[in-house]
T-cell receptor
Framework: GQNIDQPTEMTATEGAIVQINCTYQ??????LFWYQQHAGEAPTFLSY??LDGLEEKGRFSSFLSRSKGYSYLLLKELQMKDSASYLC??????????WGAGTKLIIKP | GAVVSQHPSWVICKSGTSVKIECRSL??????MFWYRQFPKQSLMLMAT?????????EQGVEKDKFLINHASLTLSTLTVTSAHPEDSSFYIC?????????????FGPGTRLTVT
């Protein structure tokens, strides 16, 4: 079966760095996505990785290792507005998105 | 950037009635649209995938006669919840993808919160 695993909840301090991990097992791979979702809102796109390595975009970076079925989202200089759920999703061989359950990130002052 | 709208943003209806939710791609042609449901504190659950001009493909466990999906044009898909019950209360989100299956990004609508009383 297809499976995406990520921690349920994480807590971090404003100004710090946090890494959210995601491991996956899917039938085929056409890329891995990270989305941010604030409570009561739809997800917004953060990043897309299809090749191994690190993609940096401002305060957010995303890493992928296809051989290990592993990705992480790195958030630097955390701000209170970063409090949200972070969803990991993998596009399978049929170009369908398989979603993780999401990681709720709580930022404390 | 690509924009997807949903209407209504929230709706309250009585048990037994039907509710229609519209999903529109405003500045691109959406070959494929996806309908998701999200219960509180849970992740997105794909309900169905619809391609313009053809019947929707429903995920296992989703009743096609209860959740009617129509993708009549390249910019509009509708989801009709028929004979709604309180357990259908949820956050319904659509997303749209431009072009063929190799186009990777899905653009999400803002969601529709349905409450069935």
């Amino acid at each position: 079966g297809q499976n995406i695993d990520q921690p349920t909840e994480m807590t971090a301090t404003e100004g710090a760095i946090v890494q959210i991990n995601c491991t996956y097992q899917t039938s085929g791979f056409n890329g891995l996505f990270w989305y941010q979702q604030h409570a009561g809102e739809a997800p917004t796109f953060l990043s897309y990785n299809v090749l191994d390595g690190l993609e940096e975009k401002g305060r957010f970076s995303s890493f992928l290792s296809r051989s290990k079925g592993y990705s992480y989202l790195l958030l630097k200089e955390l701000q209170m507005k970063d409090s949200a759920s972070y969803l990991c999703a993998v596009m399978d061989s049929n170009y369908q998105l398989i979603w993780g359950a999401g990681t709720k990130l709580i930022i404390k002052p | 950037g690509a924009v997807v709208s949903q209407h209504p943003s929230w709706v309250i209806c009585k048990s037994g009635t039907s509710v229609k939710i519209e999903c529109r791609s405003l500045d691109f042609q959406a070959t494929t649209m996806f309908w998701y449901r999200q219960f509180p504190k849970q992740s997105l659950m794909l309900m169905a995938t619809s391609n313009e001009g053809s019947k929707a493909t429903y995920e296992q466990g989703v009743e096609k006669d209860k959740f009617l999906i129509n993708h009549a044009s390249l910019t509009l898909s509708t989801l009709t919840v028929t004979s709604a019950h309180p357990e259908d209360s949820s956050f319904y989100i659509c997303s749209a993808r431009e072009g063929d299956g190799s186009a990777y990004e899905q653009y999400f609508g803002p969601g529709t919160r349905l409450t069935v009383t």
